[in-house]
């Protein structure tokens, strides 16, 4: 049971934050918000959702990429962070786990993740 002026508190923040439903083996593009120096733009980061955790305001997701050279990129965002501009759910997989950490050690074929039909 939590605290009910911390559920209020988190309720707030999370009124103005327009979040797509997703879950692990959506693919993802997250725009967002570099700042350098005085100036800020916008940077996409497309990937796969291998994990979503947490609840409230300190739910985060883990989405990943495969970079240059062949590399595996990942990068754990806040769901509701200040930064993340936009997420738009590119496509909806068809996965049996919540996790899908195994998904680090395959390349290729083997990596690939069925498209839901609707």
Not at 50 to 75: L, Q, Y
Request: proline fraction near 2%; aromatic fraction near 8%.
């Amino acid at each position: 049971m939590r605290n009910k002026y911390i559920e209020a508190f988190e309720g707030a923040q999370i009124a103005g934050k327009n979040i797509p439903s997703f879950r692990s083996g959506d693919t993802l593009r997250i725009a967002l918000r570099i700042k350098e120096g005085d100036k800020s733009r916008l940077q996409n980061f497309e990937g796969i959702c291998i994990a979503r955790r947490g609840t409230g305001t300190g739910e985060t997701f883990i989405v990943r990429k495969i970079g240059a050279n062949g590399v595996g990129v990942e990068r754990i965002f806040p769901l509701y962070g200040q930064n993340i501009e936009e997420i738009v759910v590119l496509r909806k997989g068809r996965v049996r786990r919540a996790k899908l950490f195994y998904l680090r050690e395959r390349r290729g074929k083997a990596a690939r993740i069925k498209e839901l039909k609707k």
